[in-house]
C-alpha cells in the first residue's frame, strides 16, 4: 500500500513570502494530521483533520498558518508571511479515524527561512 | 498532561553493538509507537505495541503499560541505524499523539 505523500521535499524562501506545502494521506485514512518539528525537538501537533473538518487547531498559528482538506482526501499548508522562526520540517501524518489512531508519516518538508 | 521521557539522550556505538532504549510514561496509554527518524528527518513506523513484545529482524520492543515503560532493543548496530529514536503515546481517552523526548544514536563503524 502507498504511503503518505509530500511535496516539495525542501523549500527556501526569503522572510515574509509565503509558501504552502501538500499531504496525500494512505488511502482510507479519514484521519489527517500536519506537524512542525524544529530541529532537536519532537514533533508538535499543528492541526487536526477528521475527514474535512477541522478536529483540533489549538496549536496552529492562525494570524500566519491556514490549513483546508476540501474533499476530505488531500491537504494543504500555507505559511503567509513567513518568519525566520518557521524553519522546521513539516511532517503530515494519517490514521484511521477509530483507536488505536496508529499514525503513519510522510516523508516531511524541511522549510528554511532566511 | 501526560509525560513521556526517554533515555539515554545520546549513544554513541561501535558497529554491531547492542543497545537498549526506555521510554517512561507518567499515564495509561491506549498506543504506544516507536519510530526512527532518519538523517532526511523521515519518520519511519518500527512498532505499535501498547503492551507485550514484538520483534522484526534486529530490533525487539517490549511495553510494560502496568508499569509505564516501553524498551526498544537494537542488536548488532549498523551504520544505518544511526538517527533519533522516538517513542510517542496516545493517553486513555484522548486520541493525541505524545512524543518522548528522543535518543539520538550514532553507530560508527
Known sequence: ?114 | GIQVEQSPPDLILQEGANSTLRCNFSDSVNNLQWFHQNPWGQLINLFYIPSGTKQNGRLSATTVATERYSLLYISSSQTTDSGVYFCAVIRRGTDKLIFGTGTRLQVFP
Do not use: M
Request: charged residues 20%; contains cysteine; aromatic residues 10%.
Open chain 1, 1 to 114: 500500500e502507498a504511503g503518505v505523500a509530500q511535496s516539495p521535499r525542501y523549500k527556501i524562501i526569503e522572510k515574509r513570502q509565503s509558501v504552502a506545502f501538500w499531504c496525500n494521506p494512505i488511502s482510507g485514512h479519514a484521519t489527517l494530521y500536519w506537524y512542525q518539528q524544529i530541529l532537536g525537538q519532537g514533533p508538535k501537533l499543528l492541526i487536526q483533520f477528521q475527514n474535512n473538518g477541522v478536529v483540533d487547531d489549538s496549536q496552529l498559528p492562525k494570524d500566519r498558518f491556514s490549513a483546508e482538506r476540501l474533499k476530505g482526501v488531500d491537504s494543504t499548508l500555507k505559511i503567509q508571511p513567513a518568519k525566520l522562526e518557521d524553519s522546521a520540517v513539516y511532517l503530515c501524518a494519517s490514521s484511521l479515524s477509530q483507536a488505536p489512531y496508529e499514525q503513519y508519516f510522510g516523508p516531511g518538508t524541511r522549510l528554511t527561512v532566511t
